[in-house]
């Protein structure tokens, strides 16, 4: 079985400039998280998909971060424009359905903003 | 809100030697529980976890982790330290209230010294 696929897996682009992040998630996971992780740090949740349908997206900031997840399955995660202080890997993360079901990580893109 | 600490964001040991890694977490109701490793430039992926049942969980690689309710904690062990244990360890906590939420500790960076 597939795991979680990001891409891309690094990303290096200057201030102002805008950048996209892919996920693919495991198939039937209904819920789709991206997460920021600064170095040393643990994931911090950005926002939180169950299906199509963004239920808790308050620690995006809005102003220059916007995500989707069309049908429910891909979804794609973009700043626009990118600030130094963006500099950071996100995650992408899936489960399925409620209950003690885990978490299961993509490997990251790790974005430099020069 | 759930939250999660890890206590000793640096842990030593001698190979061959305990690991001893701490998570407490704060809950009034006893919430699913979990352990995730991190290698570098890689993502998350599970070591194990405690939904019900025997406080005792075995995971991958040879750790365990005992939930202590009494305690309010889920500290990660194993006998003794491998080199390839080195990685960057996180805690983290699903409550069974807070449909699929998930909350982590910032994380216990393990060095093994041959």
């Known amino acids: 079985e597939a795991g979680v696929v990001q891409s891309p897996r690094y990303k290096i682009i200057e201030k102002k400039q805008p950048v996209a992040f892919w996920c693919n998630p495991i198939s039937g996971h209904n819920t789709l998280y991206w997460y920021l992780q600064n170095l040393g740090q643990g994931p911090e949740l950005l926002i939180r998909?169950?299906?199509?349908?963004?239920?808790?997206d308050s620690q995006l900031p809005k102003d220059r971060f916007s995500a989707e997840r069309l049908k429910g399955v891909d979804s794609t995660l973009k700043i626009q424009p990118a600030e130094l202080g963006d500099s950071a890997v996100y995650l992408c993360?899936?489960?399925?359905?409620?209950?003690?079901?885990?978490?299961?990580f993509g490997p990251g893109t790790r974005l430099t903003v020069l | 809100a759930q939250s999660v600490t890890q206590l000793g964001s640096h842990v030593s040991v001698s190979e061959g030697a305990l690991v001893l890694l701490r998570c407490n977490y704060s809950s009034s109701v006893p919430p699913y529980l979990f352990w995730y490793v991190q290698y570098p430039n890689q993502g998350l992926q599970l070591l194990l976890k405690?939904?019900?049942?025997?406080?005792l969980v075995k995971g991958i690689n040879g750790f365990e982790a005992e939930f202590k309710k009494s305690e309010t904690s889920f500290h990660l062990t194993k006998p003794s330290a491998h080199m390839s244990d080195a990685a960057e360890y996180f805690c983290a906590v699903r409550g069974m209230n807070t449909g699929n939420q998930f909350y982590f500790g910032t994380g216990t960076s393990l060095t093994v010294i041959p």
């Open positions: 993360a899936s489960s399925l359905g409620q209950g003690p079901n885990e978490q299961f």
């Open positions: 998909y169950e299906n199509e349908e963004a239920v808790d």
């Open positions: 405690y939904t019900t049942g025997a406080t």
